[in-house]
């Protein structure tokens, strides 16, 4: 079974509108934490925000923000006024308790338009 | 703001002969990761460092492939012989703390390795 789900392989957004870009994730263990990257088409990949599982608030940073749902085991993220800079793979990722390894998901492929 | 830096941005190199990517880490970071990513698939997890040994590797890490912290400041990943499915952007990692939940392990700009 996946443990990182990304279904969205691609989404447009306008510039100036916030757009959600979808994560669902698959652990047993009660610890764990939840990341996101973004890829430019350049390559490298660039931390962009995270939530831990007992974490009681959503997480935000900037003009990201995680939409936490635990008990359906998602977590979404939302960028807010988007920008033409924004365009990028994005990549949700799960590290599990007592393990040091990011599981990934396959991405998705944000374009935002003019 | 620190970064973590890798050398060379490309590298080919034909298949059989012997490959080492370089890496600096964080200067105040403690763990070191490799990460590889095959043309259009998702990031994959290959080994985890914390000091002076391996903490942890997936099954791809196999004995053609090794890692090493020769002084302070470098990370090294070398692929004794490569295949042409070692073809793939690799990416060194580091972070502050290993097994913490909440440390975010901050990655290079990768290395693509291209095998003939």
């Known amino acids: 079974a996946q443990k990182i789900t990304q279904t969205q392989p691609g989404m447009f957004v306008q510039e100036k509108e916030a757009v959600t870009l979808d994560c669902t994730y698959d652990?047993?263990?009660?610890?764990?934490?939840l990341f996101w990257y973004k890829q430019p088409s350049s390559g490298e990949m660039i931390f962009l925000i995270y939530q831990g599982s007992y974490d009681q608030q959503n997480a935000t940073e900037g003009r990201y923000s995680l939409n936490f749902q635990k008990a359906r085991k998602s977590a979404n993220l939302v960028i807010s006024a988007s920008q033409l800079g924004d365009s990028a793979m994005y990549f949700c990722a799960m590290r599990e308790l007592n393990t040091d390894k990011l599981i990934f998901g396959t991405g998705t492929r944000l374009q935002v338009f003019p | 703001e620190p970064e973590v830096t890798q050398t060379p941005s490309h590298q080919v190199t034909q298949m059989g002969q012997e490959v080492i990517l370089r890496c600096v880490p964080i200067s105040n970071h403690l763990y070191f990761y490799w990460y590889r990513q095959i043309l259009g698939q998702k990031v994959e997890f290959l080994v985890s460092?914390?000091?002076?040994?391996?903490?942890?590797k997936s099954e791809i890490f196999d004995d053609q492939f090794s890692v090493e912290r020769p002084d302070g400041s470098n990370f090294t990943l070398k692929i004794r012989s490569t295949k042409l499915e070692d073809s793939a952007m690799y990416f060194c990692?580091?972070?502050?703390?290993?097994?913490?939940?909440?440390?975010?392990?901050?990655f290079g700009d990768g290395t693509r390795l291209s095998i003939l």
């Open positions: 460092f914390y000091n002076n040994e391996i903490s942890e």
């Open positions: 652990t047993s263990d009660p610890s764990y934490g």
């Open positions: 990692a580091s972070s502050e703390a290993g097994r913490i939940s909440n440390q975010p392990q901050h």
